[in-house]
RNA sequence: GGCGGAGUAGCUCAGUUGGUUAGAGCACGGGAAUCAUAAUCCCGGUGUCGGCAGUUCGAGUCUGCCCUCCGCUACCA
């Protein structure tokens, strides 16, 4: 069992023949901002990203690009590293399915199944599809232009007969429910819990756990004529990276087992085939998998044919990192599927970024800078608005911790906002422009409850948005090392006096370039 | 076909175990203010809560039927 204070999360390892996307990026994206939060919060996290290497698929575009696979991989690995770059992910390790490790730990849980009597050699025969790896009944299929037949996907496929080791998954489906019975939240959200159970009720069929098609793969111990099957290797590498199959170390002892974060096209793999291997094995099964939803754009369908991918890339360049983190983030409750437009991305940073919160933190900080000699001004007795207004800044840590231990990012966010709306409040009941010449006194006040709840919001803020928070938190003269949650609340509180630095815009608006160039 | 989810203000969505005049944000209209990134604040909705019927003193909230959309899954020609 994993310790209290040990977070281990998980993205997928992403396939490295794609080129990295927004999907790729919003998974990531979302594991970052819940590990970083944790590790604010005093937990000592793991987050782990990758690639998936093996493949048919990847073989042969090694082969098509005149590589050897290896060589291939890691050129194209490197994409997804030079991704959690620009996006500032802080996973704490990037695990690659071809290092020795791994193979070394792939086939020890293999061996771990066997032994437990899952694994016995059949042989599988089917229609075949290599780009989507998977087999289709003969009546799924139907007939290309050129007489060739292909899958629902509209990938071709062919016939392939071979000998095949197989998973007794038909075996596990009663343990399966019963685990999902005892732990409600292992599946999330809820509607992909109903889906899972309602498959695994239906009845499951072994599973294919081998090929001899092709040799880029880990090969089965004991039968080298045989590669394990993918998806085994790939949800491998969850446990590789904490030490499988050393249990033992402190490593794996704390850490696992992991929370998988998902998109929603791979629940079935994490939510039913990966806890029956590791059960098999004889490993905890997961603490939970949560899966998320997809990205349409500007109301259309994404695809490749469509041409309409989103390049994560482009939109740190166009919009800025911290603004695509923010939206990504708050615009769709997190586990939907949602809509990215420029439309309510430039809604997103103008009115919650630059108007809200830029334009909070700008008027308060000016105003000390003007009027309190560009110094935390000192306070005098506080009101009851005061009170109120101050502690529900210092509370709000509460309700976002409550929604981030079940992945409500969105409305973790909401939570945060509705300080930065009582804020915005106060300061325009306040007045404290008008205290300037009525009650100097009672504006040092103002000034210093908003300042302190600033400095509230700029931590807070950190997981989500860390480079423009870290602007915020420099503004308020506040070092690295009082930056956490153990400094929400009075204990943290700003010292009067502290001398501040001269205000500058955290969130600038984004202006449309109304040039007729840019009108296209 | 089966299972599951959804259908609430122009848009995106909240609405605990059925109970006072159904909410938020955005958008839109009016006003105040001028510390601030032309930012902020206040005020403004006669919404058939998909439809019909029912249970109840009372239903967005429960029951039945129907319509539409989505997801998972099965099968047949």
């Given at each position: 069992m994993s310790r209290d204070n040990c977070y281990y999360l998980t993205t997928p390892i992403y396939y490295v023949n794609d080129v990295p996307h927004i999907g790729h990026a919003y998974t990531t994206l979302a594991c970052d901002v819940l590990s970083r939060f944790k590790r604010l919060d005093g937990f000592d996290v793991m987050l782990l990203t990758g690639t998936d290497e093996h493949g048919q698929k990847v073989e042969k575009s090694a082969q098509a690009a005149g590589l050897e696979p290896q060589d291939f991989v890691d050129k194209v690995s490197q994409n997804f590293r030079d991704l959690a770059d620009v996006m500032g992910f802080s996973n704490d390790d990037f695990i690659r399915t071809t290092e020795a490790k791994h193979a070394r730990s792939s086939q020890a849980i293999w061996q771990a199944i066997e032994r437990n009597g899952d694994i016995y050699l059949g042989s599988y025969s089917g229609w075949y599809s290599v780009r989507d790896e998977a087999f289709y009944g003969e009546e799924e299929l139907t007939e290309g232009d050129d007489g060739k037949r292909l899958a629902p996907s509209g990938a071709e496929v062919e016939w392939v007969e071979e000998p095949s080791y197989f998973f007794k998954l038909s075996e596990w489906g009663d343990r399966l429910l019963k685990f999902y019975e005892e732990n409600?939240?292992?599946?999330?959200?809820e509607t992909r819990r109903n889906e899972v159970v309602s498959f695994v009720k239906s009845g499951l069929r072994d599973l294919s756990?081998?090929?001899?098609?092709?040799?880029w793969g880990i090969p089965v111990p004991g039968d080298d004529a045989h590669i394990m099957y993918v998806w085994l290797d790939a949800l491998t590498n969850y446990i590789t990276a904490v030490g499988y199959p050393d249990t033992g170390t402190e490593k794996f002892e704390k850490y696992w087992p992991a929370i998988h974060m998902v998109g929603k096209d791979i629940v079935r793999f994490h939510a039913v085939y990966w806890p029956a291997f590791l059960m098999s094995a004889g490993v905890a099964p997961p603490k939970r998998v949560f899966a998320h939803g997809w990205w349409t754009n500007e109301g259309e369908k994404i695809s490749k044919s469509l041409g309409n991918v989103i390049d994560p890339l482009q939109l740190v360049e166009r919009y800025g990192l911290d603004p695509v983190r923010y939206f990504l983030m708050r615009e769709?409750?997190?586990?939907n599927d949602g809509d990215f437009s420029h439309r309510a991305m430039v809604n997103r940073i103008n009115g919650d970024l630059a108007n809200d919160l830029g334009n909070l933190s700008q008027r308060i900080l000016s105003m000390i800078n003007r009027n309190c000699g560009a110094a935390v001004p000192e306070p005098g007795p506080l009101t009851d608005s005061d009170r109120v207004f101050l502690e529900s800044a210092r509370s709000v840590i509460n309700s976002v911790r409550a929604e981030m231990e079940i992945q409500g990012i969105h409305r973790a966010l909401e939570a945060i906002w509705a300080v930065i709306g009582d804020a915005n409040r106060y300061v325009d009941a306040q007045a404290p422009w008008e205290l300037r010449k009525s009650d100097p006194d009672r504006m040092n006040t103002v000034l210093y409850v908003s300042a302190e709840v600033l400095r509230h919001l700029g931590i807070l803020v950190q997981p989500f948005m860390p480079g423009s928070a870290a602007k915020l938190l420099d503004q308020l003269g506040q070092s690295d090392d009082v930056r956490d949650f153990s400094k929400l609340g009075e204990g943290g509180a700003l010292t009067p006096g502290l001398a501040l630095p001269k205000p500058a815009a955290v969130f600038p608006r984004y202006v449309e370039d109304e040039s007729p160039a840019a009108a296209e």
């Open positions: 409600p939240d292992f599946i999330l959200p756990i081998s090929r001899t098609s092709f040799k769709v409750p997190f586990g």
